[in-house]
């Protein structure tokens, strides 16, 4: 008989959020689900990761018949203490986070703790997938997308990834009759284009609080920006090595020191 | 007469930090400087961001002659700040995070504030460097790494840095003179193996503290570990797109929906 698949699931929104509610419904039919989530929302907490202070963890009852924990650090922080000290060591066969309130498509995708903390359990060579939807409401339906992770979860589980551990997958926010399918894409060059609004508190302080307007610097229609407004899911495969190789040549002439191999 | 360049300086160990002021004392003379550091240590940040509470930015006298504020948020938090609330638009020649006390080699770059700050002003079509040495004392010896940091500014302002917009410099803990020179490298498959320390704090409570060891997967000589290991100052360009390209068509058979365009 096969063994259960044992599938960690967290996200950034923290554990209180919808979309981590909806993702553990689905996800449960597909194999014992370990839930750790962050106790408190953290959003755009990119890669962070608490060294300096300890970590708190907490048994807590969030979903019926499901183990779960809240833990005071951040998303990251989620995946790493999960590994250690809940799952021991024993390797997670799938890990999922979201589902996102809010895009985690094109340039999002440094800034996002929910993408940031699949890429953690990717790093541990466990496939994993972040999913998001293009709603920042605490209200979004994501009841259109059930079917779509169901697909995406089953094959992964089935047939593996290819070549990568990580699939960022961002739903766009049209009823289900408008879903016009999977695609996979590269990640638009489209970003927040962002400007502070200065205030003043109530003693008289100024403070700066940021806002800001999405923009897409990319013509492409293979990237995710394109997939999401033409109707499709967007599943961009993800790494983690930032190295720019095509920029290495160019700059050999920054080496001061010839060096012999 | 060319105009004077205009270098953003910031970093992820805060305002305080003595690595902050040498890089402050090297580059003064390169241009003109302003400095936006973090009020606090914001190591492990990598690209957190604050969205969901206001930020503080206060003018300090921490630099002779230098203009220069703290902000209450993280490294890339300082970078969108000094870009809309201090420059107002106007665009830095050049952003310089660091210099790091500790390691922002191998896969480390993608929990790094110091990294993840430059990259920021990267976004922004800005030339931009982080510098780290590897060592994690407050009391580290950045002097044998002055003319090097001199001669990279130097080429970087002068000459540009090839086709990326970003590099990532690693000082190896070695004297001056068993230093070989630069080398251009790619990211290593390297990073931290981890365990979480429990202990009980003064009222009983569990807590749980990030420890572990850095491990060396990679056994390649054209990574920075190598070098670093062998002597050398690594430089990896580093970029910003994460899409795992040499994934995507083996990916193909996850579409459900077949996609005429």
């Known amino acids: 008989m096969k063994k259960e698949p044992v599938i960690l699931i967290t996200n950034d929104d923290g554990i209180m959020a919808p979309g981590l509610a909806v993702l553990v419904e689905i996800m449960k039919d597909f194999g014992k689900v370990i839930v750790v989530a962050p106790d408190s929302p953290q959003s755009a907490q990119g890669h962070a990761l608490t060294i300096s202070a300890p970590l708190r963890l907490n048994k807590v009852e969030r979903f ?108 766009p926010r049209i009823p289900s009759e408008d879903i016009k399918g999977l695609r996979i894409c590269r990640q638009a060059n489209a970003k927040w284009v962002e400007e502070f609004v200065e205030g003043k508190d109530p003693h008289g302080g100024t403070y700066y609080w940021l806002s800001g307007e999405f923009v897409n610097f990319d013509k492409g229609t293979d990237t995710d920006i394109w997939a999401l407004d033409n109707g499709y899911i967007s599943i961009v495969p993800v790494h983690h090595d930032l190295t720019n190789y095509q920029a290495m040549d160019s700059l050999q002439d920054l080496v001061i020191t010839e060096v012999e191999l």
Chains 1, 2 share one sequence.
């Open 64 to 171: 019926e018949g499901i183990e779960s924990y809240e833990c005071s650090g951040t998303p990251v922080d989620c995946v790493k203490i999960a590994k250690s000290v809940i799952l021991k060591g024993r390797k997670a066969d799938l890990c999922v986070s979201g589902i996102n309130h809010g895009s985690n498509a094109a340039l999002n995708v440094i800034y996002s703790g929910t993408v940031s903390a699949a890429m953690e359990a990717s790093l541990e060579e466990i496939n994993s997938i972040g999913f998001s939807l293009c709603d920042f409401s605490m209200q979004a339906d994501f009841e259109p997308f059930r079917p779509y992770i169901r697909e995406i979860v089953t094959h992964v589980l089935d047939k593996g990834m290819g070549n990568t551990r990580l699939l960022n997958v961002n739903f």
